[in-house]
């Protein structure tokens, strides 16, 4: 008996790995957007309250999560993806905001930490892999496309099989 991890455990436990790093590096950030609004809104006073409070929230559940994510399984994936919708929204008010108030679009950075981190995390938990290590039940579209690979798999098989049932010249000449 071996006891060391399979070849499969490994992947797992890399993947695993990459999803945390990338919420741990999305939560950082969080909080330097968070500390960012906290000294801005130090003289603005209330009205960044808002902005402070999405940026907070934001980048709390993205650290919290990222400690969480082997053991939850299942509801982390959920809360991962919802916390990742949440971050798209708030880089689209922001992009919105900065268009129509700067009359110019986000910087390299704010795109690539709060649009291409979040699509890429969705991307990563939205995948096969994914929901076969958090052991999520297939899509619907899956299911569909199983389904017919099995129709087609059984009516190849029926066209390659010879027929069963005896012939009528299969007893000539055998002395009955």
Not at 44 to 67: D, E, H, K, R, Y
Not at 137 to 143: E, F, K, L
Request: zero cysteines; proline letters at 5%; charged letters at 20%.
């Amino acid at each position: 008996m071996t006891t060391q991890p399979s070849r499969n455990e490994y992947q797992d436990q890399s993947y695993l790995t990459v999803l945390r790093v990338l919420l741990l590096i999305q939560g950082g950030i969080g909080v330097a957007s968070f500390l960012e609004v906290l000294v801005a809104g130090a003289s603005q006073g209330l009205v960044l309250f808002p902005i402070l409070a999405m940026t907070g929230g934001g980048a709390a559940a993205s650290l919290w999560l990222a400690t969480r994510l082997p053991r939850l399984g299942r509801r982390a994936r959920r809360a991962v993806l919802l916390v990742q919708y949440f971050w798209l929204a708030t880089a689209t008010v922001d992009l919105l905001l900065s268009v129509f108030m700067t009359q110019r679009l986000l910087e390299l950075v704010p795109v690539l930490t709060r649009i291409v981190l979040p699509l890429a995390l969705i991307r990563s938990l939205r995948s096969s892999r994914s929901r076969l290590l958090f052991a999520v039940p297939p899509s619907r579209r899956a299911r569909r496309k199983a389904r017919r690979l099995a129709r087609r798999q059984t009516k190849a098989a029926a066209k390659s099989e010879p027929a069963s049932g005896l012939q009528v010249g299969d007893f000539q000449g055998a002395g009955v």
